[in-house]
Every structure is written in C-alpha cells, then in structure tokens.
C-alpha cells in the first residue's frame, strides 16, 4: 500500500511537499551523473583549460578544435531546415482536411517567424551538440505593453451636439491616461537552461515521465498580472519569502569559465523571485522560493501533454539524455592541447635551457638567463653545462594532424564540408564522395532534432491554436517576391487530425552543390544528344541556382513550317539556352567552361 506523506496536511502544504520532495531527487539524480559532465563540456567548448592542468612557467594552449566543430555544424543544419518555406508540411489524416491542413501550414509559417525561432533553434541546436541534449517550452504567449494618451471629456460643440475633447488639468495642462494594447497573443517556444530542467529520473522520454520540473526566475509585478487574470493565487504572500531561495543550477557553468554567476549578483531593489513550475499530464503547480504556492491545478491546456520537447542527436539506451559532440571528442580534445603545448615547451626549454652545475662551481644562479651578450661569472668552466633538449617539434606537427584527422572520423565533419582545401590531395570525385558520407551523418542528426523538435512542437501549437483562438485569426505572409498576403483562418478551419513533417529533413541545403555538380556533368555528356530534353535539365539548374520564373530566361521560338528539314546542326536548335555554337562556347556547353 502507497504511504500518504501529506496526511494532516492543507491541499497548498500537500503540494509543496510533492514539489520539493521531487525536486531533490530528481537534482540528486542528475548531479551526481550528469552536472559535472556537462560543466567539463562547457569548458570544452569555451576552449577553458582546467586548473589542474595549469602548469608554472609551461605553456596553457587551448586549441578550439572542439569550438570549431559545433560553430561549423550549426550553420549547415539551418541551412538545410531553414532553406525553404514551409519550414514544417502539414499532411491531413483525411481527405476532407486537405484544405484545412493548407491553411494550417501557412499559420504554422506565421507563428514560427513571429516567434523568431530561427534564433531559438540556434540556442536550441547548440544546446544539444554540446550536452547531447536540448529542451524547449512550448506555451502560448498573451501579452500587452501600456501607452499614454489624452484623457477625453465629454463636451457641447456651438450646436449644443455633444462631443468628446481633451480633458485638461486646472494648470491647463493635458490629462493623460494609460491604455493596454495587444502585442502577442500566438503560441512560443523557449529554448530551456537545461541546468535548470529536471525530469523523472526513470524516464526515457518526457511523455512517459510522471513528471517534469522547470526552475527559473520571474517579477512579483508579473505575477500579479496573472493573478488578476485569474491563473494564480496568494501572490501577496510573496513578500513575505522573497529572496529566501538562491538558485545554484548551472552556476559552476560561469565560475568555471571566469564569468560571474548571476545569480551571485544582489540588487535590492529588484522584485525577482525563484519559480520551480511542476507539471505531469494532468496537473500542474507553481511554487515560488519553495514556499508559496500559486497555482495548483489540472493541466490548463487541452491537449493534456507536459509543455515540453526534447532532443538529442545521439540517443544512449536507457537514458534520457544522449550524446553530444563535445562528449565524442574530449578525449581526442584533450590529447590534442596536451600535443601543442609539448610543442610549445620543447620550444621554451631548448631557448631557455637548463644547466648542469657542480655544486662547488660558485655559480651566482641570478646569471642564468639567457639573454644577448650575456654571461655566467664560475670558478671553472667545467663546473658548468648545459642540458640539451631534443626538438621533437617536428613530429609534434605530425601528432597535431593525426589527432585532427581522428575528430573529423568521429564527427564525419571533414575539412571539405566546412570549406576548407583539405591537408590532403583529393580528387573532385573524392572530395564530393567525402561530403557526402558527412551528409549522411548530419541528414541522421538533422533529421532526428527536426523530427523530435518540429514535429512535436507543431502538434502541441496546433491543439493551442484551437484553444486560444476561438474567434480565428487574421495573419500576413511575405511570399517570394516579397509580396504581402493576407489569410484570415476561421475556427473551423484549425479543426482537423494532421501529422507534420519538417521539410528541412530533405537535407537539400546540405546536397546542393554535389546536385549542381551532377546536373553539369550530365548537361556535359547530353549536350549534342538531339534525342535528350536540354531545356528540362535547364530548367532544373536554375531553380537549384535560385533563379525565380526560370521560364523566361529561354527563348521562345516561331513554330517550325511543315516540311521544314529539322536535322540536326540546322536553326536555333532545341528551346532552351542557346547552342554552344551561337555563344562561341566549346560544344559541352555549361560543363565544359567549368
């Protein structure tokens, strides 16, 4: 039988209970599996050598090798999700939904740039190639910002009609009065400090987790606003603990790196209080400074599924959280600055060497620097020796590139993919052979966030937009020519059962150039083929070059007279870009200038 720990206790007391008691373990849990991890990779990616490995008088060389794969990963995965528009596809599960699910796509393309997400899918992203994990919040957001405008006061015109006029103090001087206005009501995602989020720890998913925690810090001046909408409760009683709780989740992440925590940073004057919001499906608290308790109900969204999503790039068995780029390396990372700073002091002690000295030399030891024209004063020569050291900075060069060369096998982040010429000699086709191999390991991570991330959080907006938006909504879209379109969607219209599946998951922004190359090559090889469609396979290079209305670049020729003799080499050739001929080009056309 399941003990009651919240017997004789009030419903408010009970609560508390069940958040701070689930708190602790969860924090134990992760700080004694995860949070020193997480800290080590910080530095890795910050390029921070550890104390520990801070010698006197030797070299303290961090080479970026770590920081140089997550910066150059990063801009290929928003590329390839970000190249197109839409960013996710909405597929109705029945025919009858065809239309809604059209209408619904073009919301979606709204609400992701109104809430900037390309910036959040940055954090998001960096997030998971470092700790191997990322989360995101995804709610709706309502709020309005306050204006000031002229009072108005009822008057009579020269007609004796009634007017209203600006009111007017007794110094003569114009009344104003404050006024809300509506800046955001859509649905938004928050990139969430994963050192401040805490789940079950027997979970392997945050669906099948009984429940999730989430820390963080908001006003008292904001929480009195959802009072007065009616979300929260006993938000008078805040003064009484505010400041009681210090934060300490990812503080050493800071220290570490030589930055002060803000959460070490006092301001009196602030009314910033600590937040720990608790959900399961169907319940949700919020507690504040592990006190107070101001909100404690069912789940306020309909579609009953904690307000969060997760991902990883390389999923661990049995765990929730997986492994980053940071974690794959560190090892190699590490081998890597120990080989360059070797180099380093090999280079300091054979300037700077040391000496063999007897001991009844009678050596002044604050003469032994080296220096232009100087000099060490002895009894006798012999007393006195230097110790050679070898120069072992050659292979040291050698080591340095074979370590490199093993992060890019890890990784599949070779040097072509990220645009450089490469330390080795390769063919064109073994350059695009090499990129392509890291195609696939990206296109495995792309599509493995973009399908736990976009997916998920597509879903939960679509059941938000039913909820929140009972009246519809009226939203601008910029098309590809800049022009502006208004839709106006209807509650009807949000109705409806969709899967959604990102279109960046095609990987085309990662494969364009190696598609370019083979659209080439095969235009060089067809070219004096009369039987093969050219003006196609145009067609097809320049919408991959961006070209809009690739139409009307070709030229568009009279119809040919019956019996007009269309053998080959006569008249202006196939529609399409003009022959090699006519442009003075060698007869392989585009390729061949290539």
């Known amino acids: ?12 007391e009970s609560a508390k209970q069940l958040v701070i008691d689930r708190l602790n373990t969860a924090k134990e849990y992760r ?41 150059t990963t990063i ?20 025919r009858k939904d065809l239309e809604n699910a059209e209408i619904l796509e073009r919301l979606l393309s709204y609400q992701y740039s109104r809430m900037d997400f390309f910036n959040n899918f940055i954090m998001l992203a960096k997030m998971c190639l470092i700790y191997g994990t990322t989360i995101g919040k995804v709610g709706w957001r309502n709020e309005a910002v306050y204006k000031k405008r002229p009072k108005m006061e009822a008057s009579l015109d020269e007609m004796g009609q009634v007017i209203e006029v600006p009111a007017q103090g007794k110094d003569g001087r114009l009344l104003l009065e404050k006024y809300s206005i509506e800046t955001w009501n859509d649905p938004y995602i928050w990139p969430v400090d994963i050192y401040k989020f805490f ?46 709780i210090r934060t300490e989740e990812g503080r050493e992440r800071y220290t570490n790196v030589g930055i002060q925590s803000p959460e070490d940073v006092t301001d009196r004057y602030s009314d910033k209080v600590t937040f720990y919001e608790y959900w399961e499906n169907d319940r949700t608290i919020t507690l504040i400074e592990e006190d107070v308790v101001i909100r404690d109900e069912g789940n306020p969204y309909w579609h009953l599924k904690k ?20 974690e794959m390396t560190q090892s190699l990372q590490n081998e890597l600055n120990d080989v360059r700073n070797q180099r380093m002091d090999n280079i300091t002690l054979s300037l700077n060497r040391m000496y063999l000295i007897a001991r009844d030399a009678d050596v002044d ?52 993919s990220r645009g450089q010429s490469g330390s080795k000699r390769e063919t064109a086709t073994g350059i695009l052979s090499l990129q392509e191999v890291a195609n696939i390991r990206f296109k495995m991570m792309i599509m493995k966030m973009t399908r736990n991330l976009l997916s998920a959080s597509s879903a939960q907006i679509v059941d938000l937009n039913q909820q929140f938006l009972p009246q519809g909504k009226a939203f601008r879209l910029t098309g590809e020519d800049f022009n502006e379109e208004w839709y106006n969607i209807t509650p009807e219209e949000l109705v409806g059962r969709f899967d959604y599946e990102p ?51 070709f030229v568009q020729q009279p119809p040919v007279p019956p019996g007009t003799d269309m053998g080959q080499g006569q008249g202006m050739g196939q529609v399409g870009f003009p022959t090699a001929e006519m442009e003075g080009m060698p007869p392989g056309g585009l390729a061949g200038t290539l």
């Open 31 to 71: 700080k004694s599996n995860y949070d020193k991890k997480w800290d080590s990779y910080q530095m890795q990616y910050r390029s921070k050598l550890e104390e520990e490995k801070k010698k006197k008088n030797m070299a303290k060389l961090y080479i970026p090798q770590s920081f140089t794969s997550i910066e």
């Open 1 to 12: 039988m399941k003990e009651d720990f919240t017997k004789g206790l009030t419903p408010d």
């Open 307 to 326: 307000p969060f999503v997760s991902s990883t790039i390389c999923s661990v068995e049995n765990e929730f959280n997986g492994i980053g780029l940071m």
């Open 365 to 416: 030891s604050s003469m032994l620097i080296n220096a232009p024209g100087g000099g060490i004063y002895v009894n006798y020569v012999e007393g006195i020796k230097p110790l050679d050291t070898p120069d072992v900075t050659g292979q040291a060069f050698h080591e340095a590139d074979v370590i490199k060369r093993d992060m890019e096998e890890v990784l599949g982040n070779y040097e072509y």
């Open 503 to 553: 279109v960046g998951a095609s990987m085309e922004g990662l494969s364009k150039y190696a598609r370019l190359e083979q659209l080439l090559r095969f235009r060089q090889i067809f070219a004096s083929n009369p039987q093969f469609n050219l003006v196609k396979l145009d067609t097809e290079l320049l919408k991959l070059l961006n070209f809009k209305n690739s139409d009307e670049y």
């Open 75 to 94: 801009p290929r995965m928003v590329e390839a999700i970000f190249a197109g528009d839409p960013i996710v596809a909405v597929k109705p599960w029945e």
């Open 199 to 244: 789940i079950d720890p027997k979970a392997l998913t945050i669906e099948d987790a009984e429940y999730v925690i989430m820390v963080g810090e908001t006003t008292i001046e904001r929480l009195s606003y959802m009072q007065e909408l009616g979300i929260y409760k006993n938000v008078p009683k805040i003064d009484d603990v505010k400041g009681k």
